[in-house]
């Protein structure tokens, strides 16, 4: 067989060489084709999803931007971060900076979220209260709703606007009230709900639900502030006993850069890497979960 492609390679006159160089380039053009096609794949998969996470993020947090403008902004950011970090710091560097960019904008639309749904209920036993106000003066629920929209500051205001505009479009009402309560993803909402869809279905006096809810709600944020007055320092140790053998492992890695580079080199050095980082998680999960109390 071997005698045969040498004969065949003699007939045609062309170096060895040159066919093996044109058979690498042939191979390398097709796994060529094969990557871009997989890339390209997987670019559209992250952009999906992508859209899809932070379309949802900023209908939660009432903003006005479209979801492709902040894909392209995350991509137009990361493709000029990586390649300068790369020059200024190294590659692990600029690569966890990269990924970080491209699953930013979902975390930080959460974290806008919790805080506006946190800022809401802490608005609504005033709303309750000027509701029931309204009630008793002879207004029905939808001028009450107008009221607490024109008085109110936002965040509260513009969810009750929005469930105004969806009933003036048709929606029922309590459909309208479920998708604020999904949108502020507190049990909050879904108490003042469940008063309000109960008065409208059998009746009964609303004003005086609303008001006795109101006054439960704010007896309920003074304990909560007051579990997290006494339950910050927990917290604060939590967060101490995580990071703080990270920064001792820096310091001793600048001191003594031999013997910490037995933690990433060695197979034993591993094992006890690995056994610290399950103890650091484990010792974080638990203090939070002592730390932690539902009301």
Do not use: C, H
């Not at 300068?84 to 959460?110: D, E, H, Q, R, W």
């Not at 936002?154 to 009230?177: H, I, M």
């Not at 003042?192 to 109101?214: F, P, Y």
């Amino acid at each position: 067989m071997n005698a045969a492609i040498q004969g065949f390679l003699d007939n045609t006159g062309i170096n060895p060489q040159t066919w093996i160089f044109f058979a690498f380039s042939l191979g390398f053009f097709f796994l060529s084709i094969v990557v871009i096609n997989i890339s390209r794949q997987l670019f559209a998969l992250y952009k999906r999803v992508f859209i899809s996470q932070v379309d949802k993020g900023l209908r939660d947090v009432v903003l006005m931007m479209e979801p492709s403008q902040v894909f392209t902004i995350t991509v137009l950011t990361a493709v000029v971060l990586g390649p300068v970090l790369y020059v200024l710091t190294n590659l692990i560097f600029a690569v966890s900076v990269v990924a970080f960019v491209l699953v930013a904008p979902g975390y930080v639309l959460k974290v806008m979220k919790n805080k506006r749904s946190d800022k809401f209920v802490g608005q609504l036993p005033d709303a309750l209260a000027a509701m029931s106000s309204a009630l008793r003066s002879g207004m029905n629920l939808v001028k009450t709703l107008q009221q607490v929209v024109k008085n109110q500051p936002n965040p509260l205001a513009q969810e009750f606007a929005q469930v105004l505009v969806e009933y003036r479009v048709g929606t029922d009402l309590n459909e309208s009230l479920d998708g604020m309560a999904a949108r502020i993803d507190r049990q909050e909402v879904v108490l003042m709900n469940s008063a309000i869809k109960i008065s409208r279905a059998v009746g009964g006096n609303l004003a005086d639900t609303l008001e006795t809810l109101s006054k439960t709600l704010r007896e309920k944020i003074k304990v909560e502030g007051k579990i997290n007055a006494l339950t910050s320092m927990g917290r604060a140790q939590g967060t101490l006993a995580t990071f703080f053998p990270v920064i001792i492992g820096y310091v001793f890695f600048k001191i003594e850069t031999d013997a910490m580079l037995m933690l990433f080199t060695t197979r034993l050095g591993m094992i006890w890497l690995g056994i610290m980082l399950a103890m650091a998680a484990m010792a974080y999960i638990l203090i939070r979960k002592i730390v932690s109390v539902d009301i």
